[in-house]
Each structure stands twice: as structure tokens, then as C-alpha cells.
Nanobody, 123 residues
Framework: EVQLQASGGGLVQPGGSLTLSCAVS????????IGWFRQAPGKEREGIAC???????YSVDSVKGRFTISRDNAENTVYLRMISLKPEDTAVYYC?????????????????WGQGTQVTVSS
């Protein structure tokens, strides 16, 4: 059974940084595509970054240059490093997995989801 656990969220001031972790168990994360998603109040869940089995990374324009996804195969953990945070980045952040080798960040493609971690960007 695939299990994912997101952590690392918190309250940060605008311009600050956070690193989220997604601990993966039940699979070898390096052979899956792992994605990071977020959902702000009243909005749909959106994909923001993913890393596939080839180690290729993808991100949406709204976070390019600010968010970096990476993977530690030894720890079976995927990270999302976030810098220059803005109030509009406030959301619950989720990680998810799919056995497909993909660049897609569409929620329906991902089969397994972890619980979210809250990120609040506010002064």
C-alpha cells in the first residue's frame, strides 16, 4: 500500500521560505512520479510541481523560479523548497504519487494522496 505523508508547513512572512517534505512508503518513490499540489480556500486543488522516475522536474509558471522539487532516493522522500513566498501561496499543500512516468500535474492522474500540510504566508 502506498502511503505519503506531507510535513513542514507553517506560518511564514511574505518573502520567507519553507521546505516541505513528502515521506513515501510502500513503494520506491524513484520509480513513481511524485507531485505537489495545493488547495486554497474556495479554490480547486492545483498541481504545482512534479518529479518523474527519470528525475525530470516540472513546475507551473506561478511558482517557477521560486519553488524547487527534489528527491532523496535514500530517504524515499520528495521535497518542495519554497522561497520568496507570497500571501497567494497560502494553501494546504499535498503530495501524491502515480506509477506513470509523466510530466502531468492533473489531479486525476494521481492515485495515492497524502494528508495535507498548511502553509500560511502572512505578516
Amino acid at each position: 500500500e502506498v502511503q505519503l505523508q506531507a510535513s513542514g508547513g507553517g506560518l511564514v512572512q511574505p518573502g520567507g521560505s519553507l521546505t516541505l517534505s513528502c515521506a513515501v512508503s510502500g513503494i520506491t518513490s524513484s520509480v513513481y512520479t511524485i507531485g505537489w499540489f495545493r488547495q486554497a480556500p474556495g479554490k480547486e486543488r492545483e498541481g504545482i510541481a512534479c518529479i518523474n522516475s527519470g528525475g525530470n522536474t516540472y513546475s507551473v509558471d506561478s511558482v517557477k523560479g521560486r519553488f524547487t522539487i527534489s528527491r532523496d532516493n535514500a530517504e524515499n522522500t520528495v521535497y518542495l523548497r519554497m522561497i520568496s513566498l507570497k500571501p497567494e501561496d497560502t494553501a494546504v499543500y499535498y503530495c501524491a504519487a502515480t506509477p506513470r512516468n509523466t510530466a502531468t500535474m492533473t489531479t486525476r492522474v494521481y492515485d495515492s494522496w497524502g494528508q495535507g500540510t498548511q502553509v500560511t504566508v502572512s505578516s
